[in-house]
Antibody, heavy 123, light 108 residues
Framework: EVQLVESGGGLVQPGGSLRLSCAAS????????MSWVRQAPGKGLEWVSA????????YYADSVKGRFTISRDNSKNTLYMQMDSLRAEDTAVYYC????????????????WGQGTMVTVSS | EIVMTQSPATLSVSPGERATLSCRAS??????LAWYQQKPGQAPRLLIY???TRATGIPARFSGSGSGTEFTLTISSLQSEDFAFYYC??????????FGQGTKLEIK
């Protein structure tokens, strides 16, 4: 069964840091680009970041550029998001998602999503 | 940035009837559009990609149409489990992606 399981969310003060993880199983992880998508409480979906299958290419939304860093360890089938200089507006459920395109490029729709991990930025 | 606009914000439909949801792009996205369903407390689920191709396991009552800037998701004969939020997403402008603000499909 194809599965994504996020972890690492929690309560952090403004200006603080947090590292999210997403463990993948049931597919050849290195063949697929991956992404993070977030959803603020009561709001819609916002794309945050993406990384190619090899990890050599990374992309960010303007709202997080320079503060968040996406990475992956293909030997551990795990996706990461290092979140620094956190702000109140970063409060959201963070989902990891798999691109359905098996080329390894960051293109296409997201066919598999994790259950999400909640990040709350508050003093 | 390509802006995706969904309408209506809320759609009230009776079970067994047809629902039609719309999504408009601020510039052409060709057929690079997906639809997702999200129920409260759950992750989104891919319904449609490439504007009209159903994802694996999606019932035939879900259909997508359109290209360029105008898209439609149609759900024929609504079932109780179909009442949820629906989001469109463009991926023409990869590697950046934008979602619509969502449509809430509620029971009339």
């Amino acid at each position: 069964e194809v599965q994504l399981v996020e972890s690492g969310g929690g309560l952090v003060q403004p200006g603080g840091s947090l590292r999210l993880s997403c463990a993948a199983s049931g597919f050849t992880f290195s063949n697929y680009a991956m992404s993070w998508v977030r959803q603020a409480p009561g709001k819609g979906l916002e794309w945050v970041s993406a990384i190619s299958g090899s990890g050599g290419s990374t992309y960010y939304a303007d709202s997080v550029k320079g503060r968040f860093t996406i990475s992956r360890d293909n030997s551990k089938n795990t996706l990461y998001m290092q979140m620094d200089s956190l702000r109140a507006e970063d409060t959201a459920v963070y989902y990891c998602a798999k691109f359905y395109d098996g080329s390894g490029y960051c293109r296409g729709a997201f066919d598999i999503w994790g259950q999400g991990t909640m990040v709350t930025v508050s003093s | 940035e390509i802006v995706m606009t969904q309408s209506p914000a809320t759609l009230s439909v009776s079970p067994g009837e047809r629902a039609t949801l719309s999504c408009r792009a601020s510039q052409t996205v060709n057929s690079n559009l997906a639809w997702y369903q999200q129920k409260p407390g759950q992750a989104p689920r891919l319904l449609i990609y490439r504007a009209s191709t159903r994802a694996t396991g999606i019932p035939a009552r879900f259909s997508g149409s359109g290209s360029g800037t105008e898209f439609t998701l149609t759900i024929s004969s609504l079932q109780s489990e179909d009442f949820a939020f629906y989001y469109c997403q463009q991926y023409n402008n990869w590697p950046t992606f934008t979602f619509g603000q969502g449509t809430k499909l509620e029971i009339k």
